[in-house]
């Protein structure tokens, strides 16, 4: 069996689409049609099911991409390895999100450096865009806040975020105790400070805390973390980051806690792996060394 085509059905079965797959595979999407249809007729079974949107595998689709996938990987890996061997590197692509990746996870792998091990990252804030550049190859390990489907991924939980409702002295001393009186009401009076236009932290912190939707509209959009912290500390409006990011904030008094509730909200963020590549030593150790960081995050 030719691997050029099983590395095309591979890419095929990750992507869900032979369009993205000729992309990622910088192939034509005929030429990607024309090798699935080559490898089918090799097999005298069909792999996919085409539909509107891309295409689904068969049970022969699926139990040949498990079977496939984790050697067409070491391949890979051999190959890259014979490269790096000349300067003495091993080369890691980690993709994340920006905040959690520059503050935790790389500041983690640092010492692996001295070992020989080469970092290369890639911030994406998108979780589908992770996980569909993980599932395509372009990354080696990935941190994401969503478990995959399937079984061509692997997740392993790393560890839970904190999120804490924020904003800067004055608003906290202007509100005072009504707060704790009136909840969501009276925060819905502040302009909120966001990541993107639907809320989606201030979202989930309201339906965890208040079991209901914000009213409150957006005055800054700023899709870092890190500028959503800075716009809230200068007055800009609440803001729900995680704790580990606004911590030093909070210490120094340039933003305050406006609610300590019980039970605060949590994220869970996972490691991400293409299911059978654990057991490439660089891969391994940079996840377990992620793993044991993280008891302390």
């Not at 249809?37 to 099911?49: A, I, N, S, Y």
């Not at 993709?95 to 959690?100: D, R, S, T, Y």
């Not at 009504?178 to 979202?203: I, N, Y």
């Not at 339906?207 to 899709?223: Q, T």
């Given at each position: 069996?030719?691997?050029?085509?099983?590395?095309?059905?591979?890419?095929?079965?990750?992507?869900?689409?032979?369009?993205?797959?000729?992309?990622?595979?910088?192939?034509?999407?005929?030429?990607?049609?024309?090798?699935?249809?080559?490898?089918?007729?090799?097999?005298?079974?069909?792999?996919?099911?085409?539909?509107?949107?891309?295409?689904?595998?068969?049970?022969?689709?699926?139990?040949?991409?498990?079977?496939?996938?984790?050697?067409?990987?070491?391949?890979?890996?051999?190959?890259?390895?014979?490269?790096?061997?000349?300067?003495?590197?091993?080369?890691?692509?980690?993709?994340?999100?920006?905040?959690?990746?520059?503050?935790?996870?790389?500041?983690?792998?640092?010492?692996?450096?001295?070992?020989?091990?080469?970092?290369?990252?890639?911030?994406?804030?998108?979780?589908?865009?992770?996980?569909?550049?993980?599932?395509?190859?372009?990354?080696?390990?990935?941190?994401?806040?969503?478990?995959?489907?399937?079984?061509?991924?692997?997740?392993?939980?790393?560890?839970?975020?904190?999120?804490?409702?924020?904003?800067?002295?004055?608003?906290?001393?202007?509100?005072?105790?009504?707060?704790?009186?009136?909840?969501?009401?009276?925060?819905?009076?502040?302009?909120?400070?966001?990541?993107?236009?639907?809320?989606?932290?201030?979202?989930?912190?309201?339906?965890?805390?208040?079991?209901?939707?914000?009213?409150?509209?957006?005055?800054?959009?700023?899709?870092?973390?890190?500028?959503?912290?800075?716009?809230?500390?200068?007055?800009?409006?609440?803001?729900?980051?995680p704790r580990y990011l606004c911590e030093g904030a909070l210490e120094r008094g340039e933003v305050v806690a406006l609610l300590d509730p019980p039970v605060p909200p949590l994220r869970t963020y996972?490691?991400?792996?293409?299911?059978?590549?654990?057991?490439?030593?660089?891969?391994?150790?940079?996840?377990?060394?992620?793993?044991?960081?993280?008891?302390?995050?």
């Amino acid at each position: 069996m030719d691997l050029a085509l099983l590395r095309t059905f591979v890419a095929v079965h990750r992507a869900g689409s032979f369009t993205r797959a000729a992309s990622l595979l910088g192939l034509s999407q005929p030429a990607v049609t024309g090798q699935i249809r080559t490898l089918e007729r090799q097999l005298g079974r069909p792999l996919f099911l085409r539909q509107a949107r891309g295409v689904t595998p068969t049970t022969i689709g699926d139990e040949l991409a498990h079977r496939a996938a984790p050697h067409l990987d070491a391949l890979v890996e051999i190959a890259e390895t014979g490269l790096d061997e000349e300067s003495g590197v091993r080369t890691l692509h980690l993709a994340g999100p920006p905040e959690f990746t520059s503050l935790r996870a790389l500041p983690a792998l640092t010492p692996l450096t001295s070992e020989g091990l080469a970092v290369r990252t890639a911030f994406l804030a998108d979780t589908e865009e992770i996980l569909e550049g993980l599932a395509a190859g372009h990354h080696d390990l990935a941190i994401a806040t969503a478990r995959p489907r399937g079984g061509l991924l692997t997740s392993t939980p790393l560890c839970d975020e904190e999120h804490v409702l924020v904003a800067a002295p004055r608003w906290a001393a202007r509100l005072g105790h009504a707060v704790l009186r009136e909840g969501h009401v009276v925060l819905e009076q502040l302009p909120v400070v966001e990541v993107h236009e639907s809320l989606p932290l201030v979202s989930r912190y309201w339906a965890a805390v208040f079991d209901s939707r914000p009213a409150a509209a957006a005055m800054v959009i700023a899709p870092d973390l890190r500028a959503v912290l800075e716009c809230a500390a200068a007055g800009a409006g609440l803001a729900v980051l995680p704790r580990y990011l606004c911590e030093g904030a909070l210490e120094r008094g340039e933003v305050v806690a406006l609610l300590d509730p019980p039970v605060p909200p949590l994220r869970t963020y996972f490691l991400l792996v293409r299911t059978g590549t654990l057991t490439l030593p660089p891969l391994a150790r940079a996840h377990e060394w992620l793993l044991r960081a993280a008891v302390d995050w």
